[in-house]
């Protein structure tokens, strides 16, 4: 009797984007600790729950003990999801040995199907792409206090206030029409290009392409007046309105 050959089950497989920090030690790396502790002590919260990268390019040619590095990172409650920049040699033996990809987290976008390819010829060349126009999302609602509202593709604009205890991550800019408490971080896809402008600033945190900066920088000059913000020559600095 012969045997019916039974059809393979169909194979699919999933990408998935995420957003995390990438955090990058620099040398002397107690210097650079020191600073942490600081900026931590002025926006405590900041790295709660985050998932984040640590890029160790800086510190591969020098003599710094790498699993001390990354354990005084976790000592300060940073969720390493992921080690680059380095010879994973150096890790082994370590929890962290290996963490050289960083899994997909809760903040990452909905998942997508790719297609396995049943040839292995190169594709054909593309035509160059025209340059694409950056989309927005627009919130025309007040965002609430623990609300993280997270728009890797583009600009966000509200129409209305920002709580306290709220927060806008936007790969463009941020535009707030009304009163922006909470944390604004802009500029994660378009880096330094990036502005923050609102009708009225009472935020706790801004940031620029990785550059934050809290209320106590800025002091009271321009806490309630509509405000924009932006970098300058690596500076995050801020301006009135009108």
């Known amino acids: 009797m012969s045997e019916t050959a039974l059809p393979l089950p169909a194979i699919r497989i999933r990408g998935r984007t995420f957003m995390a920090m990438v955090v990058m030690p620099e040398p002397p790396f ?8 600081r900026q931590i002590g002025r926006s405590v919260g900041f790295f709660e729950g985050r998932p984040v990268v640590v890029n160790l390019s800086l510190l591969a040619a020098g003599e710094d003990d790498v699993p001390a590095v990354l354990g005084a990172l976790e000592a300060r409650d940073l969720r390493i999801i992921g080690v680059e920049g380095i010879d994973m040699e150096r890790l082994r033996e370590t929890p962290w040995y290996g963490v050289n990809l960083a899994p997909p ?25 025209a340059a694409p126009s950056r989309p927005s999302l627009l919130i025309d609602r007040p965002v609430r206090s623990g609300q993280s509202i997270v728009f890797e593709d583009g600009d966000i604009t509200v129409i209305g206030p920002v709580a306290s205890g709220a927060e806008l991550i936007a790969g463009g800019s941020i535009h707030v029409y009304g009163t922006l408490r909470g944390r604004a971080v802009a500029g994660i896809a378009s880096g330094h290009k990036a502005r923050i402008f609102c009708s009225r600033l009472a935020a706790e945190l801004l940031a620029i392409d990785g550059l934050y900066r809290t209320a106590d920088h800025w002091g009271t000059g321009l ?10 020559d690596k500076e995050l600095r801020l301006a009135a309105l009108g």
């Open 30 to 37: 107690p210097a650079w600790l020191d600073a942490l502790d």
């Open 105 to 129: 987290g809760r903040e990452g976008r909905g998942d997508r199907e790719i297609e396995i390819p049943e040839h292995s010829e190169p594709p054909p060349p593309e035509p160059p792409p």
């Open 223 to 232: 806490q309630g007046r509509a405000v924009q913000v932006w970098l300058h």
